[in-house]
Structure formats: structure tokens, C-alpha cells
Nanobody, 126 residues
Framework: QVQLVESGGGLVQPGGSLRLSCAASGLKLDTYTIGWFRQAPGKEREGVSCISSSDGRTYYAESVKGRFTMSRGNVRNTVSLQMSSLKPEGTAVYYC???????????????????WGQGTQVTVSS
């Protein structure tokens, strides 16, 4: 059974940092494209970043480029999302997702990932 579990969310002040983690079981993350997505209240789910399985590259949405860093974790079968200079509009539930087929520069745009975590709440507020 495939399971993705996010952790690391919380309350942070504007300009602050958080590090999210996604731990996978039931699949080998290094053979999947992995994405981070977020959904703010009343808004559509949007892509934040992804690591493409086809080229090993990391891609970011323009809104987070230069502030967020996605990487494969030091612990096997984990990925992380380091978020810096957080803004109030970054308040959302953050999800990680994995898919064996989606790849390439659009991997943070596609929403048809096979596997999703339950999400972790990030609140950016003073």
C-alpha cells in the first residue's frame, strides 16, 4: 500500500522559514516524479515545485522561485521543501504527490498524480 506523509507545517511569521518533509512507503520515490502542491482556502490547488524522474531536474512555480528549495531527503524515500521568505499568501495546505509517468518541466503544473499525501497546514501570519 502506497502512503505519502507530509510533516513540518506550522505557524510562521512573514519572512520566516519552514521545512516540509514527505515520507513515502510502498514505492521507491527515486523512480517517481515527486511534486509539492498547495491549496489555500477557497482556491484551486496549485503546483509549487517538482523533481522530474525523466531528467532529475527540479522545477518551480514562478511565485516561489528563489525562495523555495525542493530536494530529495538524506533519509531514503523522503523529499523536502525548504521554504524561506514566506509570505501571507503562502498560507495553505501543502501536499506532496508522486507519479510514475508525469515528467518534465510541467511536472508542477500537472495535477493528475497517482498518489497524494494528506497534507500539512502552513500558516504565514504575524
Amino acid at each position: 500500500q502506497v502512503q505519502l506523509v507530509e510533516s513540518g507545517g506550522g505557524l510562521v511569521q512573514p519572512g520566516g522559514s519552514l521545512r516540509l518533509s514527505c515520507a513515502a512507503s510502498g514505492l521507491k520515490l527515486d523512480t517517481y516524479t515527486i511534486g509539492w502542491f498547495r491549496q489555500a482556502p477557497g482556491k484551486e490547488r496549485e503546483g509549487v515545485s517538482c523533481i522530474s524522474s525523466s531528467d532529475g531536474r527540479t522545477y518551480y512555480a514562478e511565485s516561489v522561485k528563489g525562495r523555495f528549495t525542493m530536494s530529495r531527503g538524506n533519509v531514503r524515500n523522503t523529499v523536502s521543501l525548504q521554504m524561506s521568505s514566506l509570505k501571507p499568501e503562502g498560507t495553505a495546505v501543502y501536499y506532496c504527490a508522486a507519479d510514475p509517468v508525469i515528467s518534465g518541466s510541467g511536472c508542477y503544473v500537472a495535477l493528475e498524480y497517482d498518489y497524494w499525501g494528506q497534507g500539512t497546514q502552513v500558516t504565514v501570519s504575524s
